[in-house]
């Protein structure tokens, strides 16, 4: 069971789409994941053939559990985390290993037999039903609780609360962040835009965001400082521009899947890769390893979002950048004060990795992005 | 053909049989000849048997049973009649420091080929000082073997198995069983005295018990089943040593088990029978375990006093029915 996240500690097999001996390469989808942040396809990380599916559909498997076996039997552990994406070294233990118990004190009441039950499945026991003598979790607890894997495409609200409380607590725990932010006058750009889209047909309009992704992904791929991970306390550039695009889901929640080398794709095929990944994630169906490549968080408030947003790093990136509200403000051009379109661009860092300096660089050079989006 | 009788005549055919089948066997204690023995057992045997095989006693419980215990020694097969376990407190020294030492002591130079039956048990309003259940007493010791015959057939057979035992054997006869009535299947000649027997199948939750308990487990297992809990009802049989494997088995079905025992519950049988469940079916189980045993108190002499400190059916159903269905 790959780590899809650093938030991640169990993963519901939802089912195979491979049976054993089916040739695999890296890369093929194998089976579908559900997870706090909903249903994750999950690639193979090594050529050869399906051996033994060892994981059956509705099990919760820990990360670093194994689900199948590659047939030659030399190599085990098939759908692995991939290192990069595994920053907690203890939880990349091979075998499923029954949970420790929490404190004396905050002990959740369950019968042996239950409790056997629940490290095996890898269930929690908090939260369950409690039927059994004493007002102990019981076993009937626990099928209740061990019930039917939630369907594909679903994710449960409360899981991914957690996840997400999990994630952004180490967040503020271990990171020290520190806050730029720039605002950026964007009429000329959003005239561009304007003026691009007025000549094509509804469905091949650019958004405004993707000007944003596009100014911020070159400039990242000019400040590599800030496009990386923070591993066993030194900094691990990243292999590209990944942006984890921030999208929240409908009913509350939130998925930062990655748009792949974004500094590398026109702005055709970045709206085209936007709308692909923001469909997914409300949907379902997106990759594990679009939920681990992400180097770099990017979010946008929107239309209707607030005037600017100090976010909070996602581990073990290094940065998230914010944009605001595109708001018309009083501006001072040549001497005059006019109307402008104005958009407040924010920086979190993270300070161990770099210093404000390099972060205002990045700040600086999304802004003269913004300036010239026509520029291939 | 099956053949129906009571206890008691079960009792008494199987002495019968062993002083027939072998000369070295003969029966000693109180009352046991001309009387008949206090519960009637032996009532004719003497008349049949003479007095060299069924030999009346001085009431010194502890001189009878250092007789029978060298008597073993010395090559013959005595079954000791204590006229109850109450009694047998007397004969302690003989049967814990001897009897159950001496093969041990001696190298094996001596075999203890004794056999001890005595009444146990409340019911019959005999009070304080005639109403003990302390079979697990000597289920402690080392060396003994403990019976608890709670069916006809296991009273008919289990004195020939016990016989052919080389070390010695109590045999624990409830006094409120004597007049009980029962089959013995076609074709049974024998039963073992080594493993615990399911008298009823089930699998909600396993009722463990034996002796005088056992009707009052299948009284509360048909209670049970008239509201929908299937209890399954194990007659331990052997209390040394105890059978758990069939215990346990029964619990990874069940998991969950009410001990039924007449003792009190204070450093007892069934405190022995809980810490084994814990040592060895831990994890199979969903619920507490939970015991029904006699009130911490002296046999109260009073019918009513005396039925309210003895484990009922209605006491044993409830405790089964809150591991089922918690309150």
Same mark, same amino acid.
């Given at each position: ?376 | ?24 066997? $003969? ?82 130079? $001596? ?45 008919? $057979? ?13 045999? $624990? ?155």
């Amino acid at each position: 069971m790959p780590s899809l996240g650093a938030d991640m500690e169990a993963g519901t097999l939802v089912e195979w789409l491979v049976k054993p001996g089916d040739a695999v390469k890296r890369g093929d989808v194998v089976a579908v994941v559900e997870t706090a942040k909903g249903a994750i396809e999950i690639e193979i990380f090594h050529d050869g053939t399906i051996g033994e599916l060892v994981a059956a559909p509705g099990s919760t498997v820990p990360v670093g559990g194994v689900l199948a076996r590659l047939g030659d039997g030399s190599v085990t552990a098939v759908p692995a985390a991939r290192p990069a994406a595994a920053p907690e070294p203890a939880r990349a233990s091979p075998a499923p290993e029954p949970r420790r118990p929490p404190p004396a004190g905050t002990r959740a009441r369950a019968t042996p037999a239950a409790r056997q039950r629940a490290a095996s499945l890898g269930v929690a026991l908090d939260g369950l039903q409690r039927t059994g003598v004493d007002g102990a979790i019981c076993l009937a607890d626990l099928s209740q609780a061990a019930k039917p894997a939630p369907r594909r495409g679903g994710f449960d609200p409360k899981a991914m609360r957690a996840a997400i409380a999990a994630a952004m607590a180490r967040s503020k725990r271990e990171i020290p962040h520190y806050y730029l932010s720039l605002s950026v006058d964007v009429t000329a750009t959003l005239g561009w835009l304007d003026r691009t889209n007025a000549g094509r047909a509804p469905p091949d309009r650019l958004l405004p965001a993707v000007l944003l992704l596009r100014a911020t992904a070159l400039a990242l791929a000019g400040t590599p400082e800030l496009n990386g991970f923070w591993e066993d306390g030194a900094f691990r550039p990243g292999d590209g521009v990944h942006v984890g695009w921030a999208v929240a889901l409908r009913g509350g929640g939130l998925v930062a899947p990655a748009i792949r080398n974004a500094d590398r794709l026109g702005l055709d095929e970045l709206m085209a890769a936007l709308r692909d990944v923001v469909g997914r994630a409300r949907g379902g169906g997106l990759r594990g390893s679009e939920l681990t490549d992400p180097t770099v968080t990017v979010t946008s408030l929107g239309d209707r979002g607030a005037e600017s947003v100090l976010p909070i790093i996602t581990p073990p990136q290094v940065a998230t950048i914010g944009f605001g509200r595109v708001m018309e403000r009083p501006w001072v051009v040549d001497g005059a004060v006019l109307p402008r379109r104005i958009v407040t661009v924010t920086l979190a860092g993270d300070h161990r990795a770099t210093d404000g300096h390099r972060g205002g660089l990045l700040l600086a050079r999304i802004e003269a992005l913004l300036q010239t989006p026509e520029v291939p | 053909m099956s053949a129906r009788m009571t206890y008691r005549e079960a009792c008494r055919q199987a002495i019968r049989d062993a002083i027939l089948a072998d000369p070295r066997v $003969f029966l000693m204690g109180e009352d046991v000849g001309r009387y008949g023995g206090c519960y009637a057992v032996t009532k004719g045997l003497m008349e049949e048997l003479g007095e060299d095989r069924i030999r009346d006693t001085p009431l010194s419980e502890n001189t009878l049973a250092g007789v029978a215990v060298g008597a073993a020694m010395a090559g013959m097969r005595p079954i000791l009649e204590i006229m109850t376990v109450n009694f047998s407190l007397l004969a302690l020294d003989q049967i814990v420091n001897s009897a159950a030492t001496i093969p041990h002591m001696s190298g094996g130079q $001596f075999a203890v080929p004794l056999v001890i039956r005595m009444a146990t048990g409340a019911g019959r309003q005999l009070a304080a000082q005639h109403s003990h259940s302390l079979e697990g007493w000597y289920a402690h010791v080392p060396g003994l073997r403990i019976l608890a015959p709670a069916t006809v057939a296991d009273a008919r $057979f289990m004195l020939a198995a016990a016989l052919a035992d080389p070390n010695p054997v109590l045999i $624990f006869e409830h006094v409120m069983l004597y007049n009980a009535e029962g089959e013995i299947p076609d074709g049974i000649r024998s039963v073992d005295i080594a493993r615990a027997a399911v008298r009823r199948a089930g699998g909600d939750v396993t009722i463990v018990t034996y002796g005088g308990s056992l009707p009052k487990a299948l009284a509360a297992a048909d209670m049970l089943a008239a509201e929908g809990i299937s209890a399954e009802v194990i007659d331990l049989r052997v209390l040394r040593p105890l059978d758990m494997e069939t215990v346990a088995a029964s619990l990874a079905r069940t998991r969950r088990v009410v001990i039924v025992d007449e003792g009190w519950k204070a450093g007892s049988l069934s405190a022995e029978i809980m810490a084994r469940i814990m040592e060895d079916a831990f994890w199979d189980l969903d619920a507490p375990v939970r015991r029904v045993c006699a009130a911490e108190v002296p046999m109260p002499y009073a019918a009513h006093l005396e039925q309210a400190a003895l484990p009922q059916p209605e006491g044993i159903a409830a405790a089964a029915r809150a591991l089922v269905k918690p309150p």
